[in-house]
């Protein structure tokens, strides 16, 4: 086992580009990511299982709308069912019936949005408040614990506690067995000062990334007979350019054992208004230091329009949960714009959420009827807006994809904000 080519068993995971060098958007591009569990065309849209499931929606419909990879929380699925479990399942994807690539985060999340407990990622606004080091949200009680060597968490579940590091982190994602999964890093807000941001990478990011790269290497060497499971390292820096790039630098030169990181995770604090800046100042780097051909995964998007701006600076891959969540609501996408169908003016309305929309809940079922269930709390409510949100956001980064092959990204994203208006 011992005499395991790391780089070899690497090449299990591989990203290829396709279409690039638009003369408008020179950092846009779209390929393939090739895992052990299939490929994944980009830029891809990768909706969140959070518990392994997306609520209310079968791992079966969520590919037949176009689901190419899900992503899960690492946090959760430790507290339950216990990453052995999925371990024991044969890996998430098993575990949950999903029969293509899946994700994982690390749980470094957490350290935010339990901890300091902020909103997430991209949805900050700096005018919120004001500028100490270690800010709690008054919402929420702490329940994470930042240390130099890592973090406790109280578990939500039974207040017990639940001790995170670099190593336990890449533990526990081994054991639930995505194909992509990040390293663990400290999550800042933009409420943080500049000096903590230095002293957060300077002290913990960066040492906690490479000894999650350390971890990984050995890992994948005990793991030996277990299909290559890809570590993202993840970018920090909040707003602050010269940190945006010098993390780009330092995290693509890191090496243990001839091992590299797969490919990087785009997170943490980011000003919504100075989003494209700061993806750009991340993949310039990223392209300058020779890592142009690793997959970029923009964490946590929270607008259609992050989609655009992700994909013209160079993003592969995004997340999001708010196309599930919001459904929940009663909030729909459409191009024209998100419409509530729990407005009184869809209560007899007997058409459905977008004419033009492919899925099965626009085939079927109408405003009218939704609103109804989403009222009433219906659970085949939740379901259906859910199967439509998730589709057209789904079918909208297949759109941007095409377009960008055929070369007509800037007429397609035109026509887009066209209808939006
Ligand atoms: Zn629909």
Known sequence: MNDLNLKEKQSEFSFKISKKKDSCFPLMRSGTITTPHGDIQTP????????????????????????????ANAY??????????????????????????????????????????????????????????????????????????????????????????????????????????????????LFHTRDYQIESLKTRTHPWSVRSLQAHAELTRKRADKPYQALFAVLQGANFEDLRRQTSQYLSNVEVEGLDFDGFGIGGALEKERLGDIISWCTTELNSAGAEDKPRHLLGISAVSDLFLGVENGVDTFDCVSPAREARNGALYTPSGRINVK?????????????????????????????????????????????????????????????????????FKADFFARAE
């Open 76 to 189: 959760h699925l430790r507290l339950r069912p216990g990453e052995n479990i999925l371990d024991s399942a044969g890996g998430l994807g098993k575990f949950m019936n999903w029969n293509g690539p899946t994700f994982t985060d690390s749980g470094g999340f957490q350290v935010m949005s339990l901890g300091v407990g902020f909103k997430k990622v991209v949805a900050m606004s700096v005018q919120e408040n004001s500028t100490s080091g270690n800010l709690l949200s008054k919402k929420k009680q702490q329940l994470a614990f930042i240390d130099q060597d890592g973090v406790t968490f109280k578990s939500h579940l039974d207040g017990s506690s639940l001790r995170f590091t670099p190593e336990i982190s890449l533990e526990v994602q081994h054991a639930i067995g995505a194909d992509i999964m990040f390293a663990f890093d400290e999550l800042t807000t």
């Open 44 to 71: 891809a849209f990768i909706p969140v299982a959070t518990r392994a499931t997306i609520k209310g929606v079968s791992p079966e419909i969520m590919r037949s709308i176009g689901a190419q990879a899900l992503l």
């Open 343 to 411: 407005n009184a003016k869809y209560r007899a309305d007997f058409t459905p959420v977008y004419d033009q929309c492919d899925c099965y809940t626009c085939a079927n079922y109408t405003k009218s009827y939704l609103a109804h269930l989403i009222k009433s709390g219906e659970m085949f409510g939740a379901t259906l807006a859910t199967i439509h949100n998730e589709r057209f956001i789904l079918r909208l980064v297949d759109d941007i994809r095409e377009s960008i092959q055929t070369g007509n990204y800037q007429e």
